[in-house]
């Protein structure tokens, strides 16, 4: 069961390109932010675990060398990944056998449980000015605010966004869920603090005035987006993202050789 709920979610996909936009690459389009930055997001879904716009998968943690350079990743197991359907027979997401199931490395062959969710992102609030700017011509100058008593950097992103969290951050939203009843359209402010491997989120509502001028353009978009299931297990890669009034990405595009220096610089921990 990979995704939340199965009923009722038709499903989406982008087309091909051979310029990597970081309003079309779907690894670009992920909540990021550094120790003591917090993302402002509002929840999509009507519940946090069992709904159309959450995915539950198991996921392998891989470390490997590619053209000399050590990366890690987020890699979908295809073996554990299935679900029972209306006769009751096992469904794999993605057809056969997952590789590293069959690793000699403890650490590579087991996996972990990860939630892939689509939220609404209004901002990332940073703790240094955007690291691209004067190394790149079209590297935004984030906004500088203050919240509460810290001074940050803005960055806006006004669109839709794939969260990815860890069991940890997870419980966090679920007890806001069990606790209010309901969390639909609820604006949090998401923390990460600490440092590897002791990452913590503190997660509550907003602290920061949201305008409701484009509540009901949020509610279309959020009805149009690609089945979270397919973006987690990564059969569809691509999607043109929507963005709203003006975000820092806005009008950026770079090319690369292929997809896969793309993805590297997009992150790549899928």
């Not at 009507?46 to 990366?71: C, F, M, P």
């Not at 190394?135 to 669109?159: N, S």
């Not at 602290?207 to 149009?224: L, N, V, Y």
């Not at 043109?240 to 595009?253: H, I, K, N, R, T």
Request: glycine letters at 8%; aromatic letters at 12%.
């Amino acid at each position: 069961m990979p995704r939340g709920n199965r009923e009722g979610m038709q499903v989406s996909s982008g087309g091909g390109t051979n310029r990597f936009n970081p309003n079309l690459i779907i690894p670009w389009n992920t909540v990021r932010m550094g120790s003591e930055e917090f993302a402002t997001l509002k929840w999509l879904g009507s519940e946090v675990v069992n709904d159309e716009l959450t995915d539950i998968s198991e996921y392998h943690a891989w470390r490997g060398d590619v053209n000399g350079k050590q990366q890690f990743r987020y890699v979908y197991c295809s073996t554990k990944n299935a679900y029972t359907d209306e006769n009751g027979k096992r469904r794999q997401i993605v057809y056969g056998d997952c590789e590293l199931c069959q690793s000699a490395d403890p650490q590579t062959s087991r996996t972990m449980t990860r939630f892939n969710v689509w939220v609404w992102c209004y901002a990332v609030y940073h703790t240094q000015q955007n690291p691209r700017l004067n190394r790149y011509d079209d590297a935004e100058h984030w906004e500088h605010k203050k919240v509460g008593a810290r001074h940050y950097y803005q960055e806006k992103i006004m669109k839709p966004q794939l969260l990815q969290m860890s069991g940890r951050l997870r419980e966090a939203f679920q007890a806001y869920y069990e606790m209010q009843g309901e969390i639909k359209d609820t604006v949090f402010d998401v923390q990460k603090r600490g440092t590897p491997p002791n990452i913590t989120y503190h997660v509550s509502p907003t602290q920061i005035p949201i305008p409701s001028e484009f509540d009901e353009d949020i509610r279309t978009i959020s009805g149009e987006l690609p089945d979270i299931e397919k973006v987690a297990s990564e059969q569809i890669t691509e999607w043109e993202f929507p963005v709203l009034g003006s975000s820092s990405a806005e009008g950026a595009e770079e090319e690369f050789e292929d997809d896969t220096a793309a993805f590297q610089a997009a992150g790549g921990t899928f």
